[in-house]
Every structure is written in structure tokens, then in C-alpha cells.
């Protein structure tokens, strides 16, 4: 079992910046894949930036040039830095690892305020 505990989130204006955190712990091989799915109010749950254990990146378009992913593999950690935020970015944030099986963190509310 994998433990994912995330931490970071708040409420910031339009425009701000935060940063989320993610540390994994447990019985940990592995870790292939780490990143960041967000949901928001009657929304689906969505991608958000993933990142591999060899540092290959992937963004959902809505974020690009705004967000950045990266990671500690020895920590095993990962790390979004949220910058330049909108309103629309309002939504729980979850944090995701995929090891041997696909592990989720209780997710962390992030609010940007008009």
C-alpha cells in the first residue's frame, strides 16, 4: 500500500501563485508515474500535469506555460507549482501515483478568488 498526503492547498486572487505538495510513503517499489488531477463542482475529475519516475512531462492544455510539475524521486515527492491562477482554476486537487496499482491522495482545496 501506497499513502499519499498532500499539502499546499489555500485561497489566493486571480493572478496569485501556490504551491502543492504530495509525499508518498508505504510500501513503495516504484513509483512510475506521479502528478495532479483536479475536480471542481459538478465537473468530472481531470488531468492536470503528470510526470514520469524519468521525468517525461504531460500538462492539460488549460495549464501550460502556467503550472509546473516536478519531482523528487529519492523523497518521493511531487511538486506543482501553480502560477499566474484564474478563477476557473477552483477545484479540489488530487494527487495521483501509479505503482503497482493506482493510488489517490484525500485532495486539497484550492479556491482563486476574482
Known amino acids: 500500500q501506497v499513502q499519499l498526503v498532500e499539502s499546499g492547498g489555500g485561497l489566493v486572487q486571480a493572478g496569485g501563485s501556490l504551491r502543492l505538495s504530495c509525499a508518498a510513503s508505504?510500501?513503495?517499489?516504484?513509483?512510475?508515474?506521479m502528478g495532479w488531477y483536479r475536480q471542481a463542482p459538478g465537473k468530472q475529475r481531470e488531468l492536470v500535469a503528470i510526470i514520469t519516475s524519468g521525468g517525461s512531462t504531460n500538462y492539460a492544455n488549460s495549464v501550460k506555460g502556467r503550472f509546473t510539475i516536478s519531482r523528487d524521486n529519492a523523497k518521493n515527492t511531487v511538486i506543482l507549482q501553480m502560477n499566474s491562477l484564474k478563477p476557473e482554476d477552483t477545484a479540489v486537487y488530487y494527487c495521483?501515483?501509479?505503482?503497482?496499482?493506482?493510488?489517490w491522495g484525500q485532495g486539497t482545496q484550492v479556491t482563486v478568488s476574482s
Open positions: 495521483h501515483a501509479l505503482e503497482r496499482s493506482v493510488y
Open positions: 508505504g510500501s513503495i517499489f516504484s513509483l512510475q508515474v
